[in-house]
C-alpha cells in the first residue's frame, strides 16, 4: 500500500516523540505558572453541542466549525475554543462554589480554517480564567499569567509585547462621536480589521456600518491609532474618562508586579469574539511577523446568556502554533534526547535470565531500563546503549556473576568498576 493512501488530514499534527517533547515542555511550563498563581485544572468533553457556539461564539468561530449530526439526531460541533464548554460547566454548579473561582486546562481545540502560517485545524489552547471577581485586580492578574506563561519559557520584552485596551471605552468614543449605540459593534468590528486592511478600506466600513461621514470616521480612527489622542479629545467626556482612568489603573497593577515593559496599551485591539464586554488584550511577538500567541480579556454576560448565575470573568486563550513558532525564532526550543538510566548488555545468551530479574528490580526501584531484545554482539548492544541515552551500562558476564556482580560503566566517562548485585538490586 502506497504511504500516501492514509494522508494525515490537511491542518492536523502527528506528534513523533521528539515534537510530543516540545509541545509537553510547553504544557509543563503552563501548569507550573497556572499553580503558581493558584489556579486548578479541569476539562470538559470535545464535542459539544451546535448551539452552545451559535448562540455565544461570533460569526466567524462559527462558520468555522466542525459540524455534524450524530446518531440521535443531535446537532453537534467539535469544540472550537473552551469558553463556552467553561460557561456551560460553571452555570451548573458556580452557585454552590467560592468565589473567585481560579481554573485552567489545555484542551485540543478544532476550528475549520483557511491553512496559513500560525493557523491549523487543530490546536491545543492553554485557558485561564477568573470568574466571579468584577474588578480590575483580576484583569491584571490574569494577563500576568499570560506573560508568565511565556516568560517561563525563556522569553523576554525583547520577544513579545501584551496590546492591550478596553472594549468599552473604545464603545464610549464611538458614541461620544456620534456612533449609535445599536451600530457600535459593527463600528469594532471595523477595529478588529484595522491592522489588516487599508486604512481606506477602514474609513468606507466605518461610512457604511456606523452611519459616519467620510471626515467623521477618519477622525475617530486616528482616537485608536495615535497614542494619547483619546485623552487628549475626549478625556473629560463622561462616557470615556473612567474607561481610560479604568485602564490606567490596570496597566498600573502590571508595573507593579515588575511587569510593565511587557505591556502596552493599543487601543485597536478589540478581539473578534463576541461576547467580551471589558478589558482586552493580545500577546505578540515583537517582530510582528506572527499571529497573535494569545487573546483574551472580560466577558461578565457570558455564563448569564448560557443560563448560569450572573457572573463577572475574565480570561485568556494561548495557543501553541504560533507559540511554537515563537520559540523556534527565538532559538529557545529544549534540546531533544533520549535517556535511559541503565541499558543492560549480556556477554552471551546465557546470562539473559539473570540480566532480566536485574532489569526488573531495578524498574521496581523507578530506573528506567532498557537492553537488547534479542540475541546481540557486545558491540551492537553498547552501540544500542548509545542511541538509547543509557547514563550507565550493566555488563552481565559469566565471571563477574560467579562473584556476584556485574560491570557497570559510566557512558560519559567511560570509568567502569564493578557492583556488587546485592547493592544494584
Ligand atoms: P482566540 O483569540 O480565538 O480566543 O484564540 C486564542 C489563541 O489561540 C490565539 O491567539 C491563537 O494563538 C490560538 N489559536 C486560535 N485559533 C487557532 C488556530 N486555528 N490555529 C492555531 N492557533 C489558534 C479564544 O479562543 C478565547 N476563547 C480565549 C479566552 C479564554 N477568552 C477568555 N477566556
Known amino acids: 500500500m502506497a504511504a500516501s493512501t492514509f494522508a494525515r488530514l490537511p491542518g492536523f499534527r502527528d506528534f513523533p516523540p521528539e515534537d510530543l517533547a516540545l509541545r509537553s515542555h ?26 452552545l ?13 466542525y459540524t455534524f449530526t450524530d ?11 473552551m469558553t463556552p464548554s467553561l460557561a456551560r460547566i460553571l452555570g451548573d454548579r458556580s ?3 467560592s468565589k473567585p473561582i481560579r481554573w485552567f486546562s489545555v484542551p485540543q481545540l478544532f476550528r475549520y480554517e ?4 500560525g493557523r491549523l485545524r487543530e490546536h491545543f489552547q492553554w485557558n485561564v480564567d477568573i470568574v466571579g471577581e468584577d474588578g480590575i485586580a483580576a484583569d491584571a492578574e490574569v494577563l500576568a499569567v499570560a506573560i508568565d506563561g511565556l516568560r517561563e519559557l525563556g522569553l523576554g520584552p525583547d520577544a513579545f509585547r501584551a496590546r492591550v485596551s478596553d472594549r468599552r471605552l473604545v464603545a464610549a468614543a464611538f458614541v461620544a462621536e456620534g456612533v449609535a449605540p445599536e451600530r457600535v459593534p459593527a ?8 491592522e489588516r486592511e487599508p486604512r481606506g478600506k477602514s474609513v468606507e466600513g466605518l461610512v457604511r456600518e456606523a452611519g459616519m461621514t467620510d471626515g467623521a470616521a477618519a477622525s475617530v480612527l486616528d482616537l485608536f491609532t495615535e497614542p494619547g489622542a483619546l485623552k487628549q479629545r475626549l478625556g473629560d467626556h463622561e462616557a470615556v474618562a473612567p474607561g481610560l482612568e479604568r485602564l490606567e489603573a490596570y496597566v498600573g497593577m502590571l508595573d507593579a508586579m515588575g511587569l510593565g515593559d511587557f505591556v502596552e496599551v493599543d487601543l485597536r ?16 511577538d515583537r517582530k510582528h511577523d506572527l499571529r497573535a500567541i494569545c487573546g483574551g480579556g472580560r466577558y461578565d454576560r457570558l455564563l448569564e446568556l448560557v443560563g448560569g448565575e450572573p457572573l463577572a470573568a475574565v480570561g485568556f486563550g494561548m495557543g501553541d502554533v504560533v507559540l511554537g513558532e515563537l520559540l523556534a525564532e527565538e532559538g529557545k526550543l529544549p534540546e531533544y534526547s533520549k535517556s535511559l538510566d541503565y541499558f543492560i548488555v549480556t556477554v552471551s545468551e546465557d546470562q ?17 531500563v532498557a537492553y537488547a531484545l534479542r540475541e546481540q554482539g557486545l558491540t551492537k548492544q553498547l552501540k544500542a546503549a548509545g542511541r538509547e541515552g543509557a547514563r550507565e551500562v550493566l555488563i552481565v558476564g559469566p565471571d563477574e556473576l560467579a562473584k556476584g556482580c556485574v560491570v557497570a560503566k559510566e557512558m560519559a566517562s567511560g570509568r567502569e568498576r564493578e557492583v556488587a548485585l546485592a547493592d544494584l538490586t
Open 53 to 65: 457556539y451559535t448562540e455565544k461564539s461570533g460569526d466567524e468561530i462559527v462558520q468555522q466549525l
Open 71 to 81: 446518531k440521535g439526531d443531535r446537532q453537534v460541533a467539535l469544540r472550537p475554543e
Open 352 to 368: 539473559r535470565r539473570e540480566a532480566l530479574r536485574i532489569a526488573h528490580a531495578l524498574r521496581e526501584k523507578g530506573k528506567s
Open 269 to 284: 485591539i478589540v478581539r473578534g469574539l463576541a461576547y467580551y464586554t471589558g478589558i482586552v488584550f493580545e500577546l505578540f
Open 95 to 97: 452557585r454552590g462554589m
Open 26 to 51: 510547553v504544557f509543563d511550563a503552563w501548569r507550573r505558572v497556572s499553580r503558581r498563581y493558584g489556579f486548578v485544572e479541569y476539562d470538559g468533553p470535545p464535542l459539544e453541542t451546535l448551539e
Open 187 to 194: 463600528a469594532l468590528a471595523v477595529v478588529d480589521k484595522l
Open 114 to 117: 483557511r491553512q496559513q502560517r
